[in-house]
Nanobody, 124 residues
Framework: QVQLVESGGGLVQAGDSLRLSCAASGLTFSMYTMAWFRQAPGKDREFVGRITWSGSTTSYADSVKGRFTVSRDNAKNTVSLQMQSLKPEDTAVYYC?????????????????WGQGTQVTVSS
């Protein structure tokens, strides 16, 4: 079984930074594109950012571009989301996801494997 486990969430103040981590097991990690999604209260799950297996290609949602950075460490089977200048609107459950698909990677349906999520709450 593929297992993705997120960690690092918590309660922070606006303007703070936070780093989330996702540990993967049960898959050949280096072959997968990894992504972060988030789901805010009363909202659908939305794309945040992704990184390809090569680690050289990244993509971000406009709402987080310039503030969030996705990175991966294939030797440790982990993917991280470094969040800076956090805003109250960043409050959500953040999910790690994995896919072998080479194209169209910004949709929930593109990803076959998901973690259980970690809560990030940003107070004003």
């Amino acid at each position: 079984q593929v297992q993705l486990v997120e960690s690092g969430g918590g309660l922070v103040q606006a303007g703070d930074s936070l780093r989330l981590s996702c540990a993967a097991s049960g898959l050949t990690f280096s072959m997968y594109t990894m992504a972060w999604f988030r789901q805010a209260p009363g909202k659908d799950r939305e794309f945040v950012g992704r990184i390809t297996w090569s680690g050289s290609t990244t993509s971000y949602a406009d709402s987080v571009k310039g503030r969030f950075t996705v990175s991966r460490d294939n030797a440790k089977n982990t993917v991280s989301l470094q969040m800076q200048s956090l805003k109250p609107e960043d409050t959500a459950v953040y999910y790690c996801a994995a896919t072998l698909r080479p194209r169209g990677l910004g949709s929930v349906s593109d990803y076959a494997h998901w973690g259980q999520g970690t809560q990030v709450t940003v107070s004003s």
